[in-house]
Structures are given as structure tokens and as C-alpha cells.
């Protein structure tokens, strides 16, 4: 059994890369969201920097990247809210048995986002346009829920192979 594991174990670094780009990326979105929130809000005290029309939603897009795409990588390091506060009155394997549900759950949430986030992203939101950029979809006000729905599925993939690899090596 622990040879499966230790083969298993060698996909790790596909999701250490992972985790790497969404933190990269995050940190690229809360870059451009301060650089944009400065020159707005200085723009509209210095008249020789520019105040553009479309700072808001740009700042209110790249924002909801930020929060939805962080919300997965709190996943991975086991930092999502959860409740616990029965956990050291109830058996071990059955906080372990709880702790795969709630994963199982999250994996499900994370399948749901991808499908449904693709089909907003694709259907409304290739519809219609930001209204201070005419000529930007909408697609990508919508894009951040499967792009962190995919990132959460990998997460969570991870997460419950590691509950299973933790019951099945402590009973070996």
C-alpha cells in the first residue's frame, strides 16, 4: 500500500506549481488593483494624472479575482473557515470521516462553479460589454468563478488524497 502512495505522491509537485501560479497571480491582480486605486484617487486631486473612466470596474473586477481565487488557495493550506469546536470531544476517525465530507462537499461546490461559472461566463457574460469599455466582454466579470472552481477542485483533489493516504498509513 505504501508504494501506491509514495507513486501517487510524485504528482505533488504538479500541485506545488499550481498553488505557485494562483499565488503569482494574486499578487499580480492586488499590483495592478493599488497602482489603478492610486491613480484614481490622485487623479482626482492632481490634474495632470489621469482619473479614468473605467477604474471602478476594473478595480471591482480584479477584486473579485482576488477574492474567489485566494478563497481556493486558503484550501490548500487548510486555512478556510471551519467549524472545530467539537473536534476534540468526538472521536478522531470520525472527525477525519467528517473532515473527507466536508471536502467531498467543497469538490462538489468546486464542480458546480466550473459548470455553471463557464456557462455565466460564456452565455451572459459574452453578451454584454463593461459599460466604461465598450469594447471589453463582460466574460471576464464572470471568468473568475471556473477559474477558481478549477483551482479549488485541484485543491481538494489533494486535500482528500492526503485523508485518505493519512487513515490508510496510520492502520498500516
Do not use: Q
Not at 490622485?42 to 485566494?70: C, H, I, K, Q
Not at 466550473?114 to 464572470?142: C, D
Amino acid at each position: 500500500m505504501s508504494s501506491v502512495f509514495k507513486t501517487i505522491d510524485k504528482v505533488k509537485p504538479a500541485y506545488d506549481l499550481t498553488y505557485k501560479i494562483v499565488m503569482f497571480l494574486c499578487k499580480l491582480l492586488l499590483i495592478a488593483d493599488i497602482a489603478i486605486t492610486a491613480m484614481s484617487v490622485t487623479g482626482r486631486y492632481v490634474s495632470f494624472v489621469p482619473d479614468p473612466s473605467w477604474s471602478e470596474e476594473v478595480v471591482l473586477t480584479l477584486m473579485s479575482y482576488m477574492a474567489v481565487l485566494s478563497a481556493a488557495l486558503s484550501i490548500r493550506r487548510g486555512a478556510h473557515i471551519r467549524m472545530t469546536a467539537f473536534d476534540r470531544y468526538l472521536p478522531k476517525s470520525l472527525v477525519k470521516g467528517l473532515d473527507i465530507l466536508a471536502d467531498v462537499a467543497v469538490l462538489l461546490l468546486a464542480l458546480v462553479m466550473i459548470v455553471v461559472g463557464w456557462s455565466y461566463a460564456t452565455g451572459i457574460g459574452s453578451k454584454g460589454t463593461y459599460v466604461s469599455m465598450p469594447w471589453l466582454s463582460r466574460f471576464w466579470m464572470y471568468f473568475p468563478v471556473p477559474l477558481a472552481g478549477l483551482a479549488m477542485f485541484i485543491f481538494e483533489l489533494e486535500a482528500i488524497y492526503n485523508h485518505i493516504k493519512d487513515i490508510c498509513l496510520k492502520e498500516g
